[in-house]
């Protein structure tokens, strides 16, 4: 059995020999092969290279294509550069979206022309082509329409606007899920096996506004992305309990859950409608810790995990890996799940 078959059988809540394993690992893995974060953004050689020697390394059941949360804002028009080159890419400006005049600003999404888009779908299909066989291949297209239009128009006017002019809030939000639309399915065709999207800020605002503003248009994204096949998989960071019945309701496959969210409070919420993706601390515990401390914390959710009938359950990070994350720790990470 693959680690591929293992991660789509954990999925779909079947037995597996052990459990899949699937850390968020972005950026460790150029600092891990002794890369600059800037080069593993832009070349996508290098990016391609720093993943490949991440799986020799620790054997994940699946890998990360991604790079910031800022690609498809950029692609969009949004003006994106390092803060330094061990750091990644970030906004370098408030908002360039301001009124319903200037939506029409933005272009057709192309996701084969448009800034980074390019680049890494060109390291996604390579990857497909080295790993996918045998490893669980994860394409992030971060954002989802909500937090993609808090880059563009930036966060303290999309705020604003929940109250003040919903009309025009709901226009950037469709013209935002064009371009999701646009790039997760570029990802499907590129062979990735499962579809990742983030909407972080949409935690933010409550869980009112998040079930009349943001989930409907995530239910609008994976209701058109079902087309394709893939697994789809939504991730909120920080404590997102109070959301998950709502999350579910996407139509989303997966929740990838932060390590404040319990995994039994989870699981009340959810049931068996979809899988979990997580949830060890990134920061205190794998960053952090010692690697005895790391090994005790992933049989602890695992036992947890056992206890509470959860079937359809990933091991990961809860969010994603701190670049400086300890080698030691990664693998104590790894070989825990192996010893069950």
């Given at each position: ?178 371009y999701s639309l646009a790039y997760a399915k570029a990802m499907a065709a590129c062979g990735a096996d499962m579809l990742s999207t983030g909407d972080s800020p949409a935690g933010l605002i409550g869980p009112t506004h998040y079930a009349n503003i943001a989930a409907p248009f995530e239910k609008l994204l994976f209701s058109s992305l079902k087309k394709t096949g893939k697994i789809l998989s939504l991730h909120i960071c920080g404590d997102s309990t109070a959301l998950l019945k709502d999350m579910v309701s996407t139509g989303a496959d997966v929740l990838e859950i932060d390590h404040q969210v319990s ?78």
């Amino acid at each position: 059995m693959t680690s591929r078959d293992i991660v789509f059988k954990s999925l779909r809540g079947e037995d597996t020999p052990r459990p899949a394993c699937g850390p968020l690992a972005v950026h460790f893995c150029a600092v891990d092969s002794g890369v600059a974060i800037h080069d593993f953004t832009l070349n996508s050689s290098v990016h391609v290279e720093c993943i490949i020697r991440y799986h020799e390394k620790y054997q994940p059941d699946a890998v990360w294509i991604s790079s910031d949360t800022w690609v498809t804002a950029e692609a969009m028009g949004a003006k994106v550069g390092f803060p330094n080159n061990d750091q990644p890419m970030c906004g370098h400006q408030e908002g360039f979206i301001r009124s319903t005049a200037d939506l029409d600003k933005i272009l057709e999404p192309d996701p084969y022309s448009q800034g980074r888009q390019p680049l890494l779908l060109e390291a996604l299909s390579r990857v497909v082509d080295v790993l996918g066989k045998d490893v669980f291949i994860v394409g992030c297209f971060d954002q989802s329409p909500f937090s993609l239009a808090c880059q563009v128009a930036g966060m303290a006017s999309v705020l604003t606007k929940l109250a003040s002019d919903p009309p025009y809030l709901e226009a950037l939000m469709e013209r935002c899920l064009d371009y999701s639309l646009a790039y997760a399915k570029a990802m499907a065709a590129c062979g990735a096996d499962m579809l990742s999207t983030g909407d972080s800020p949409a935690g933010l605002i409550g869980p009112t506004h998040y079930a009349n503003i943001a989930a409907p248009f995530e239910k609008l994204l994976f209701s058109s992305l079902k087309k394709t096949g893939k697994i789809l998989s939504l991730h909120i960071c920080g404590d997102s309990t109070a959301l998950l019945k709502d999350m579910v309701s996407t139509g989303a496959d997966v929740l990838e859950i932060d390590h404040q969210v319990s995994i039994n409070k989870a699981w009340e919420k959810v049931d068996d409608r979809v899988a979990l993706w997580g949830n060890i601390d990134p920061v205190s515990v794998l960053l952090q810790s010692s690697s005895q401390k790391v090994s005790s914390s992933v049989r602890g959710l695992i036992s947890e995990v056992k206890d509470y009938g959860c079937r359809k359950f990933i091991l990961s990070s809860g969010c994603t890996l701190a670049p400086a994350t300890p080698s030691e720790n990664l693998h104590a990470f790894m070989q825990e799940s192996r010893n069950w």
